[in-house]
């Protein structure tokens, strides 16, 4: 696609560049935001505003039209989100220095341009309100320095030929005798003090600044000329200082047609071995897979997504009224949509996919809930059922989001209205994670249920790794719960004796369903329910005060038989903490027909034991049920159950 770069001149702005172009993308135009006339710097939380005297040359020597626009706006919404999550709700924040970006691009947009290059690699803050931006302007975000392992990135700069040099340091151990070095010079530096302080090698604490003065795209090297040391600070911590650029010109220089660039590998080594180990189960067991056992029409009670099913609606029209139900349902409860945590849709065809996302995501504004999308058998004439998680913060730390929009190396943007994550107090939703790669969202080919299922596990692995990252709370992390949704029936088999195996941890209880369809026509889809591991408990030196601890969950796996052949099974894994902090996830199955007499007891063979019912329990994290597994009426949004319907197979 043709894309503009938004240019700081730093290292990773330039350096992005040379992955838009390894991965097919256009530069058509460069933008930048700067201080005003009379200032060379500003606080601001958003943009690296020092070495803006030479950003003119660093365009030019692109060859690219650059766009400019003076930062007027401050850093009003701090938070970890922007806008409002309510889809009536506000999109921009007044007098927030992110409205200038909006601006920027609005006048820079040219219908051709279709992606925005962002150099940003750990702040989530930067990329959460770039992403804003790009979605208000129907923009794709490329980001392929995202959640880059910081020490190889700095390798790969300088093995890429990128020349930059200090413009700026703010770090513990940078002074202004390191103004002016190149990366392959303060590489040493840099290494020692991540090992000595944790400092960012890449500067992403703000230890440093930088300006690029030549990369294989530039079709001119920068020559500084004349520079002046600018003291801000000098203490024996750390002193903060930048160089005024003062006078300096571009050099012809021979265009590099080809440049090499190491690109990360699309799996990482555990999950190489996942891929492997499908592989060989896929040729060992092929021929030992059963009959499908088919759930036929189940009679459970669900509340329907039509009011009146008679009445003929376009897909839009009944994806609304679904909507509108489940609004009304939370309104009953005195909540609004903000407080959807996690939504299942089931749709009768994956085609309808894109059709039911655009009005979909009219619902939600910033942050919207986790999700999963599948096709399933649904009565007819109902097209799409919703089944949605609700969750009421104490404050608004409570419930966090992972959104991440932008194309990258490290896991697939959305692909839908929804965020990878919710983290809702000490539990955390994963959006259903196809087997995608990440940097061009295609599925691999040719067709492959070893490395799809490989991909979406490692997807789901590198979600938590960010999220447990970026928390400060230092949990470990373990899954309650995994749902696998698998699209063809010779595949269970091996994603389930192969995932079942490779887990690591506590055991945790395993749902494996067999649907119609996955979005983008994929084999396999992984969904999962995480609990960071800590629990409310009574501090031992002071009874009266709550500390939180780390704890693992507990797994109990139980049946029960009954006299007619039926049996009910279960599995649940618990954390628990005193008092009322208790969290349980569970599975329960029940296979036989004397439990759920059939309308017509002559349609179903006596002698063939039949799945019939499962239920997906999660409770509330502040909330302990009085009994075990109350129904989703009596409790509706402290829990959810996902039912089966019709041609489910588990």
């Given at each position: ?21 390894k ?79 909006l ?119 920068i020559i ?66 059963p ?6 029409d ?19 029209e ?86 991440v ?20 107090g ?41 999220l447990?990252?970026t ?63 800590r ?35 279960w599995?649940?894994?618990s ?31 006596p ?9 997906l ?10 009994a ?23």
């Amino acid at each position: 696609m043709k894309y503009l770069a938004l240019l700081s001149g730093g290292k990773d702005s330039c350096f992005n560049l040379l992955h838009c172009a390894k991965n097919g993308h256009e530069l058509v135009a460069a933008a930048s935001l700067g201080p005003g006339a009379g200032k060379e710097e500003l606080d601001s939380y958003l943009y690296q505003t020092v070495g803006q005297d030479a950003i003119e040359l660093v365009a030019r020597a692109l060859d690219v039209p650059l766009f400019r626009r003076v930062i007027t706006g401050n850093a009003v919404e701090q938070g970890s989100e922007y806008g409002s999550r309510d889809s009536k709700g506000a999109t921009a924040v007044e007098g927030d220095e992110t409205e200038d970006l909006l601006a920027l691009l609005s006048e820079a947009h040219h219908p051709d341009v279709l992606g925005v290059s962002v150099g940003a690699i750990l702040s989530n803050y930067q990329r959460v309100r770039v992403e804003h931006v790009c979605r208000r302007l129907g923009l794709t975000p490329l980001c392929y320095l995202w959640n880059r392992d910081q020490g190889e990135l700095f390798n790969e700069m300088i093995s890429a030929g990128m020349e930059a040099i200090l413009i700026k340091v703010a770090g513990i151990g940078l002074t202004t005798e390191h103004l002016g070095k190149t990366l392959a010079e303060m590489q040493p530096t840099l290494v020692k003090l991540n090992q000595q302080y944790g400092a960012h090698i890449c500067g992403e604490g703000g230890e440093y600044e930088s300006l690029t003065l030549d990369c294989p795209l530039f079709k001119h090297r920068i020559i500084l000329t004349e520079v002046e040391t600018v003291i801000h600070s000098d203490n024996s911590f750390a002193t903060v200082a930048f160089l005024r650029v003062k006078n300096a010109h571009l050099e012809v220089k021979v265009p590099v047609q080809n440049f090499e660039l190491e690109i990360p590998e699309v799996l990482d080594d555990d999950f190489k071995t996942l891929r492997d180990a499908v592989d060989q189960s896929l040729q060992q067991t092929r021929a030992e897979i059963p009959e499908p056992i088919i759930l036929e029409d189940l009679k459970i009670k669900a509340a329907d997504s039509r009011q009146n099913p008679a009445v003929a609606l376009s897909i839009e029209e009944e994806v609304t009224e679904c909507f509108q139900l489940l609004e009304k349902r939370m309104n009953d409860h005195g909540l609004d949509m903000s407080k959807c945590t996690n939504i299942t849709v089931l749709l009768s065809d994956i085609d309808l996919f894109a059709r039911v996302n655009a009005v979909y995501a009219t619902f939600f504004g910033s942050s919207p809930p986790s999700r999963a999308c599948v096709a399933v058998d649904l009565p007819h004439p109902i097209r799409v059922r919703l089944d949605c998680t609700a969750f009421v913060e104490r404050s608004s730390t409570d419930r966090q989001a992972l959104h991440v929009q932008g194309l990258s190396y490290w896991a697939p943007a959305n692909i839908g209205p929804y965020s990878q994550a919710i983290t809702t107090g000490e539990r955390i939703f994963i959006s259903g994670q196809i087997g995608l790669i990440p940097a061009q969202l295609v599925l691999p080919s040719p067709r492959s249920l070893a490395t799809e299922t490989a991909l979406a596990n490692q997807h789901v692995s590198r979600v938590i790794d960010v999220l447990r990252s970026t928390s400060g709370l230092g949990w470990s992390g373990h899954t309650q719960l995994a749902i696998y949704w698998l699209a063809e029936i010779n595949n269970l088999l091996q994603v389930k004796s192969v995932t079942a195996a490779s887990s690591e941890g506590p055991r945790v209880p395993n749902l494996y369903l067999v649907v119609k369809a996955l979005p983008k026509d994929a084999l396999v889809e992984k969904q999962v329910l995480v609990h960071t591991g800590r629990c409310a408990v009574l501090d031992e030196d002071e009874p009266d005060e709550i500390v939180m601890q780390s704890r693992p969950p507990k797994y109990d796996k139980h049946h029960t038989n009954f006299s007619d052949g039926s049996v009910l099974g279960w599995e649940v894994s618990s954390c628990y903490g005193d008092g009322e902090d208790f969290a349980a996830a569970a599975i329960i199955c029940v296979k036989g027909g004397g439990l759920f007499e059939p309308s017509d007891a002559g349609a179903r063979p006596p002698d063939v034991l039949r799945r019939q019912s499962f239920a997906l329990r999660c409770h509330s994290p502040r909330e302990a049920p009085s009994a075990p597994f109350k129904s989703h009426e009596e409790k509706p949004f402290s829990s959810t159950v996902l039912r089966t319907v019709s041609r489910c197979i588990v």
